[in-house]
C-alpha cells in the first residue's frame, strides 16, 4: 500500500490532531478509532484485515501497541447463552486479536447477564459493546436496539446487570446508540447519564435517529451535547466519517474523545491507516494503486475462506464487497458484474489478472460515502410503546418476542 511520504512527528499538521490514547477501562487504546460493528461485515476476517492497516498507520505515525478497537458484528445474547454455532463462530477471535471486542444485542437483562457471564467467566471477551442503536424494523418493532433507550427501566437494567457480571473480570462494558426513535423521541442525553451512573466505560453517539436510519445528515452537535453531559467516561462520535479528515473535523467540533467508523470503511479497510496517521500528527494517506486495491480484496477473500472453512461461501461473502472496492477504478462493467458472480478464488484471480494494476488511485470518485443511505422512515414500534417511558405489560410481551426473531449473528 503506498502512501504520501510526510515527517514522522508529534506537531499535527493541518488535516490531522494528536490525541491522548483512548482508555476503555483496563485498555489502552493508542489511536482513538473504533471500528463499528456492522452485521454480516465485521466478522473476524474483515477486522483482521482493518487491525493490520491500523497497525501500519500507527508506525507511520511513530507509535506502537494496540491500534484501535475492532469490535464483533451483533451477536444476539439469546443465540450466545444457547450457545448456536453461528454465534460461537462469530465470537471467534483470532491469536492476535486483542482487546477481543464482542458487541451484544439483547432485551432481557437477565439474558444479556448470562451471556455477559459466559464470555467473561469463560475468557471469550475483553470487552462489551452493548447494542442500542440498531434501526432495522424487524428489531425495533420488537421493543429492541434504537427503541429500547425510550424505556428507561429497561435499559437501566439492561446495563446494570452487564456492568455487574463483567465488573469481577475487569472486562469494560460500553454502550453504543443513536440519537433517539424520532425528533420527537429523544433519548441520547438521558441514556448517556444512566450508562454513565451504572459504571460503563464509554458511550458511543451515532448522531441520528431510528427514523433516519443512514439517511440526511448526522447531527454531530449532538456529540458534542453528549460530551459536556457525559463528564467522567469518554464519548465517542459516530455518523459521517468517510476520510481521516472528516475524523478530525469531528474531534475539533464535538471535543468527543475518539470516533467509531462504520461505512466509511466499507472496501476501504486502509482507512484504519489513514486514521492512525491523522491522530499521531501526520498527514500521510493512503492512495493505492487498482493492483494494490485488488491485492487487498484477494487478501480478504483467503481470510473469508478460513473464516468460513469453505471456499465457496467465503467467495459469496467477498461479492458484496466487490463494489465498494472498485469505486472510481476503471474497471469496467463486464469485469465488475462478473466478479459479483465470482465462485472461486481461481475465478477470482483470473478477473484480477484482466485489470490494469497500474491504474492510480483515482481521488475525489474513489471517496465519501460508500453504503446506501435510505431515506427517512416511521420507526416501527411495538403497539402503545411510545405511550410510557416505563416497561408495562404490552411492551413486556413485545420485548419477550425480541430475540427471537433475531437470527444468532
Given at each position: 500500500?503506498?502512501?504520501?511520504?510526510?515527517?514522522?512527528?508529534?506537531?499535527?499538521?493541518?488535516?490531522?490532531?494528536?490525541?491522548?490514547?483512548l482508555?476503555?477501562?483496563?485498555?489502552?487504546?493508542?489511536?482513538?478509532?473504533?471500528?463499528?460493528?456492522?452485521?454480516?461485515?465485521?466478522?473476524?476476517?474483515?477486522?483482521?484485515?482493518?487491525?493490520?492497516?491500523g497497525?501500519?498507520?500507527?508506525?507511520?505515525?511513530?507509535?506502537?501497541?494496540?491500534?484501535s478497537?475492532?469490535?464483533?458484528?451483533?451477536?444476539?445474547?439469546?443465540?450466545?447463552?444457547?450457545?448456536?454455532?453461528?454465534?460461537m463462530?462469530?465470537?471467534?477471535?483470532?491469536?492476535?486479536?486483542?482487546?477481543?471486542?464482542?458487541q451484544?444485542?439483547?432485551?432481557?437483562?437477565?439474558?444479556?447477564?448470562?451471556?455477559?457471564?459466559?464470555?467473561?467467566?469463560?475468557?471469550?471477551?475483553?470487552?462489551?459493546?452493548?447494542?442500542?442503536?440498531?434501526?432495522?424494523?424487524?428489531v425495533?418493532?420488537?421493543?429492541?436496539?434504537?427503541?429500547?433507550?425510550?424505556k428507561?427501566?429497561?435499559?437501566?437494567?439492561?446495563?446494570?446487570?452487564?456492568?455487574?457480571?463483567?465488573s469481577?473480570?475487569?472486562?469494560?462494558?460500553?454502550?453504543?446508540?443513536?440519537?433517539?426513535?424520532?425528533?420527537?423521541?429523544?433519548?441520547?442525553?438521558?441514556?448517556?447519564?444512566?450508562?454513565?451512573?451504572?459504571?460503563?466505560?464509554?458511550?458511543?453517539?451515532?448522531?441520528?435517529?431510528?427514523?433516519?436510519?443512514?439517511?440526511?445528515?448526522?447531527?454531530?452537535?449532538?456529540?458534542?451535547?453528549?460530551?459536556?453531559?457525559?463528564?467522567?467516561?469518554?464519548?465517542?462520535?459516530?455518523g459521517?466519517?468517510?476520510?481521516?479528515?472528516?475524523?478530525?473535523?469531528?474531534?475539533?467540533?464535538?471535543?468527543c474523545?475518539?470516533v467509531?467508523?462504520?461505512?466509511?470503511?466499507?472496501?476501504?479497510?486502509?482507512?484504519?491507516?489513514?486514521?492512525?496517521?491523522?491522530?499521531?500528527?501526520?498527514?500521510?494517506?493512503?492512495?493505492?494503486?487498482?493492483?494494490?486495491?485488488?491485492?487487498?480484496?484477494?487478501?480478504h477473500?483467503?481470510?473469508?475462506?478460513?473464516?468460513?472453512?469453505?471456499?465457496?461461501?467465503?467467495?459469496?461473502?467477498?461479492?458484496?464487497?466487490?463494489?465498494?472496492?472498485?469505486?472510481?477504478?476503471?474497471?469496467?462493467?463486464?469485469?465488475?458484474?462478473?466478479?459479483a458472480?465470482?465462485?472461486?478464488?481461481?475465478?477470482?484471480?483470473?478477473?484480477?489478472?484482466?485489470?490494469?494494476?497500474?491504474?492510480?488511485?483515482?481521488?475525489?470518485?474513489a471517496?465519501?460515502?460508500?453504503?446506501?443511505?435510505?431515506?427517512?422512515?416511521?420507526?416501527?414500534?411495538?403497539?402503545?410503546?411510545?405511550?410510557?417511558?416505563?416497561?408495562?405489560?404490552?411492551?413486556?410481551?413485545?420485548?419477550?418476542?425480541?430475540?427471537?426473531?433475531?437470527?444468532?449473528?
Open positions: 500500500m503506498t502512501a504520501t511520504t510526510a515527517p514522522q512527528t508529534r506537531t499535527p499538521q493541518p488535516g490531522t490532531a494528536v490525541l491522548p490514547p482508555q476503555i477501562g483496563r485498555h489502552t487504546i493508542e489511536s482513538p478509532v473504533v471500528l463499528a460493528p456492522m452485521a454480516g461485515i465485521t466478522n473476524r476476517a474483515f477486522r483482521k484485515l482493518c487491525r493490520e492497516y497497525d501500519d498507520g500507527l508506525e507511520r505515525g511513530g507509535a506502537s501497541g494496540a491500534t478497537l475492532y469490535v464483533s458484528e451483533m451477536i444476539t445474547s439469546r443465540a450466545l447463552v444457547e450457545r448456536t454455532p453461528e454465534s463462530r462469530l465470537i471467534e477471535h483470532d491469536p492476535q486479536e486483542s482487546p477481543r471486542s464482542i451484544l444485542y439483547g432485551v432481557d437483562p437477565a439474558t444479556v447477564a448470562a451471556a455477559v457471564r459466559m464470555l467473561v467467566t469463560e475468557d471469550r471477551a475483553d470487552h462489551i459493546d452493548l447494542n442500542f442503536g440498531c434501526p432495522v424494523p424487524k425495533t418493532r420488537k421493543g429492541g436496539g434504537a427503541a429500547l433507550p425510550w428507561k427501566d429497561l435499559f437501566e437494567g439492561i446495563v446494570t446487570a452487564a456492568v455487574r457480571e463483567a469481577p473480570y475487569d472486562v469494560p462494558v460500553t454502550v453504543k446508540m443513536r440519537k433517539g426513535i424520532d425528533d420527537d423521541h429523544l433519548t441520547y442525553l438521558e441514556a448517556g447519564l444512566t450508562a454513565e451512573r451504572a459504571g460503563v466505560a464509554a458511550v458511543a453517539l451515532h448522531g441520528r435517529t431510528a427514523s433516519q436510519a443512514y439517511s440526511g445528515e448526522a447531527d454531530w452537535s449532538a456529540i458534542a451535547r453528549l460530551k459536556e453531559t457525559v463528564r467522567t467516561i469518554p464519548v465517542l462520535g459516530n459521517d466519517i468517510w476520510s481521516a479528515e472528516d475524523a478530525v473535523r469531528m474531534v475539533q467540533e464535538t471535543g474523545d475518539g467509531v467508523v462504520g461505512r466509511g470503511c466499507l472496501g476501504r479497510p486502509w482507512l484504519f491507516t489513514d486514521l492512525a496517521a491523522a491522530f499521531a500528527g501526520t498527514t500521510a494517506r493512503a492512495q493505492p494503486t487498482l493492483g494494490e486495491v485488488t491485492a487487498t480484496m484477494r487478501r477473500t483467503e481470510y473469508l475462506v478460513d473464516f468460513y472453512g469453505d471456499e465457496y461461501k467465503a467467495c459469496r461473502d467477498i461479492r458484496k464487497h466487490i463494489a465498494w472496492y472498485l469505486k472510481g477504478f476503471p474497471a469496467g462493467s463486464t469485469v465488475r458484474h462478473s466478479l458472480l465470482v465462485d472461486s478464488l481461481d475465478a477470482l484471480d483470473a478477473l484480477i489478472a484482466t485489470m490494469d494494476a497500474d491504474a492510480p488511485w483515482p481521488g475525489e470518485a471517496e465519501g460515502q460508500r453504503g446506501r443511505a435510505g431515506s427517512p422512515r416511521h420507526v416501527a414500534l411495538p403497539d402503545g410503546w411510545l405511550q410510557s417511558r416505563t416497561l408495562d405489560d404490552s411492551a413486556r410481551e413485545a420485548v419477550a418476542q425480541a430475540e427471537l426473531s433475531v437470527s444468532g449473528g
